[in-house]
């Protein structure tokens, strides 16, 4: 199985900051990296899909980006109702797996 | 609009068998080259992908769940299902099932609201 490793676990931002998320595959994925939004006791919703492509309606302060086996979320300017776990997620190969998280706390 | 809804058991008794249904509307499960995933979290922690079924027919299960998963689909009622034997209370997670509708590459932009399962005797 790939596994994916997202960095840090947990972070506290203020409200404009810039944020940036991490996520290490455990071997080429070529671009099939995926990136997911959860706020409590709702299902994920797809924000990033192939390391850089933003899902139509999605604001466009969310980016992502990608340098070999790595992966990066960025926030530009963090809104309120951006605070949740994001979760990047590789579809190359089966099983698909998900990294384990990180969740945007407000400092 | 593609909507997914789960349903099923609350509540299932350890060593019994997991059954849930996710109800597609506004699209078909028989049409384009779609595949319908089950996905599960547990409680406070992340998610694990179960398996999907494609509109072929043919499945692919995560290895680690395999020998007890089963997905089917039934495309006179446009629903898929998930059957997981054996249960423990490992098991126990928000189920949901998910699927891409609006997009060509492999990501889940749909998704149902989730059930919660839990396994207690």
């Known amino acids: 199985d790939i596994q994916m490793t997202q960095s840090p676990s947990s972070l506290s931002a203020s409200v404009g900051d810039r944020v940036t998320i991490t996520c290490r595959a455990s071997q080429s994925i070529s671009s099939y990296l995926n990136w997911y939004q959860q706020k409590p006791g709702k299902a994920p919703k797809l924000l990033i899909y192939a390391a850089s492509s933003l899902l139509s309606g999605v604001p466009s302060r969310f980016s992502g980006s990608a340098s070999g086996t790595d992966f990066t979320l960025t926030i530009s300017s963090l809104q309120p109702e951006d605070f949740a776990t994001y979760y990047c997620q590789q579809s190359y190969s089966s099983p698909l797996t998900f990294g384990g998280g990180t969740k945007v706390e407000i400092k | 609009q593609v909507q997914l809804q789960e349903s099923g058991p609350g509540l299932v008794k350890p060593s019994q068998t997991l059954s849930l249904t996710c109800t597609v509307s506004?699209?078909?499960?028989?049409?384009?080259?779609?595949?319908w995933s089950w996905i599960r979290q547990p409680a406070g922690k992340g998610l694990e992908w179960i398996g999907r079924i494609y509109t072929s027919g043919s499945t692919n299960y995560n290895p680690s769940l395999k020998s007890r998963v089963t997905i089917s689909a039934d495309t006179s009622k446009n629903q898929f299902s998930l059957r997981l034997s054996s249960v423990t209370a490992a098991d126990t997670a928000v189920y949901y099932c998910?699927?891409?509708?609006?997009?060509?590459?492999?990501?889940?932009?749909?998704w149902g609201q989730g059930t919660m399962v839990t396994v207690s005797s």
């Open positions: 506004g699209g078909s499960i028989s049409t384009g080259s779609y595949s």
């Open positions: 998910a699927s891409r509708i609006t997009i060509f590459e492999d990501a889940f932009d749909i």
